[in-house]
């Protein structure tokens, strides 16, 4: 049973423009979310992190969003850069960590 | 200072076969977990190790098991291998537990063994 999931498998956006990547989850007791970039022949690298008790998390370019109601999660970059390009993993933790499926994310310069 | 290292890159290995994976900590680290990467699916997480004992097992049959090393470095190894096992094997490590021992740090991933299972 999937726990996280992430419903779009890819996403194109224009440099400069916003990248929104999303993501939704079922088990309210998830209390710490992630986001995780990864190129090609790496592993996953961490991007920016919130706790349950908050609903915003600010990191740069980056901005982490979470709506415990809805049991949602969102990632925005602005602007996005050609560099963003990769797939994009959210992850929730209780007990252990449960990954989303991934969104593939082109940004076209 | 050093990030997470696996060896080997790739792997070949026919079914029924063992096969074990190495995996060096990121320098301080002292938690190392393990996650199987099939195609087209996020990481699974496989089982976490604290200290030297499993702290921590997802769904994953007693064929897969651990080791950690007190340099902190680990193995996964897995028996009897079947061909569904053909995936990428991640391992990463994180800063010390909480207390709790639920471990909210952040993970630090290497980048992974592609194992092929013939």
């Known amino acids: 049973d999937q726990q996280v999931k992430q419903n779009s498998p890819s996403l194109s956006v224009q440099e400069g423009r916003i990248s929104i990547l999303n993501c939704d989850y079922t088990?309210?007791?998830?209390?710490?979310f992630l986001w995780y970039k990864k190129y090609p022949a790496e592993g996953p690298t961490f991007l920016i992190s919130?706790?349950?008790?908050?609903d915003k998390n600010e990191d740069g370019r980056f901005t982490v969003f979470l709506n415990k109601s809805a049991k949602h999660l969102s990632l925005h970059i602005v602007p996005s850069q050609p560099g963003d390009s990769a797939v994009y993993f959210c992850a929730a933790s209780v007990d252990q960590f449960y990954f989303g499926t991934g969104t593939s994310l082109t940004v076209i310069p | 200072e050093t990030g997470v290292t696996q060896s080997p890159t790739h792997l070949i290995k026919t079914r029924g076969q063992q096969v074990t994976l190495r995996c060096s900590s990121q320098s301080g680290h002292n938690t190392v977990s393990w996650y199987q990467q099939a195609l087209g699916q996020g990481p699974q997480f496989i089982f976490q190790?604290?200290?030297?004992?499993?702290?921590g097992r997802g769904n994953f049959p007693p064929r897969f098991s651990g080791l950690q090393f007190p340099n902190y470095s680990s193995e996964l190894n897995v028996n009897a291998l079947e061909l569904d096992d053909s995936a990428l094997y991640l391992c990463?490590?994180?800063?010390?537990?909480?207390?709790?021992?639920?471990?909210?740090?952040?993970?630090?991933f290497g980048p992974g063994t592609r194992l092929l299972v013939l």
């Open positions: 088990n309210s007791m998830f209390d710490y």
């Open positions: 919130i706790s349950s008790i908050k």
């Open positions: 990463a490590s994180s800063l010390p537990l909480l207390t709790s021992g639920t471990g909210k740090e952040t993970q630090y």
């Open positions: 190790y604290y200290r030297e004992e499993e702290n």
